[in-house]
């Protein structure tokens, strides 16, 4: 480490064991293999999935049986798409932004289960009443004894510090449902309905602001 350009200088026999390129080429080949369940179910020119992640996608029974008869799923296969839960399924879904999501699992043994997933928010904290309000469009608070850095690591302050959640993924990416109940995205920015101290980005789905307690 040279302390004048604080600047890292790796040694001559450095060999970097997870490259750029590498992970760029395996998700593009994620994305390849995707697109083979998405054209099979029409889901480039219809609203058949319900919501979808690098490795995963949320549809309907029937299109599950659809990709099925395209022999594109299998247990033990690679580059072929399983069911999660087994032979049960998803009974009740609220996708309100990437990698935050709640389900209600009916499993084959006809038990009720949830799933829950909220990205900088801790499993054990959230509860299904935080994600009824995010999807109503009101704000979700809570409070944690330590907060995360990028230079420090860990950091435990003297005060709680409060995350406040605001979802303005309805409001931001799709219009109202249409009477098929299909939310069609905005054409531009101007159409949407926005608060006066929302600041508009391409690429905003989720609101975090971070305040210490006495705020």
């Known amino acids: 480490m040279n302390e004048e350009e604080k600047e890292f200088v790796p040694p001559k026999d450095f060999t970097r064991s997870t490259p750029a390129h590498l992970g760029a080429f395996i998700l593009s080949l994620s994305k390849k293999i995707m697109n083979n369940f998405i054209h099979v179910i029409d889901g480039f020119y219809k609203p058949e999935i319900y919501y979808t992640d690098t490795d995963s996608l949320y549809i309907s029974s029937s299109n599950w049986d659809k990709s099925n008869e395209a022999g594109l799923v299998s247990e033990n296969e690679y580059s072929k798409g399983k069911n999660d839960y087994g032979d049960g399924g998803i009974i009740f879904g609220l996708y309100l932004a990437p990698k935050v999501k709640y389900n209600i699992i009916l499993t084959s043994d006809g038990v009720l289960k949830e799933k829950k997933t909220f990205k900088g928010y801790s499993n054990y904290k959230i509860k299904v009443e935080d994600y009824i309000q995010l999807a109503s469009g009101n704000d979700v608070t809570n409070e944690?004894?330590?907060?995360?850095?990028?230079?420090?690591?860990?950091?435990?302050?003297?005060?709680?510090?409060?995350?406040?959640?605001?979802?303005?993924?309805?409001?931001?990416?799709?219009?109202?449902?249409?009477?098929?109940?299909?939310?069609?995205?905005?054409?531009?920015?101007?159409?949407?309905?926005?608060?006066?101290?929302?600041?508009?980005?391409?690429?905003?789905?989720?609101?975090?602001?971070?305040?210490?307690?006495?705020?």
């Open 144 to 215: 944690f004894k330590k907060r995360k850095s990028f230079t420090d690591g860990i950091v435990i302050p003297n005060e709680k510090q409060k995350k406040v959640f605001r979802s303005y993924l309805n409001l931001v990416k799709r219009k109202a449902p249409n009477s098929e109940g299909i939310m069609y995205p905005y054409n531009n920015k101007d159409e949407m309905c926005l608060d006066e101290n929302y600041e508009f980005d391409d690429f905003d789905y989720l609101t975090i602001q971070e305040e210490n307690e006495e705020c």
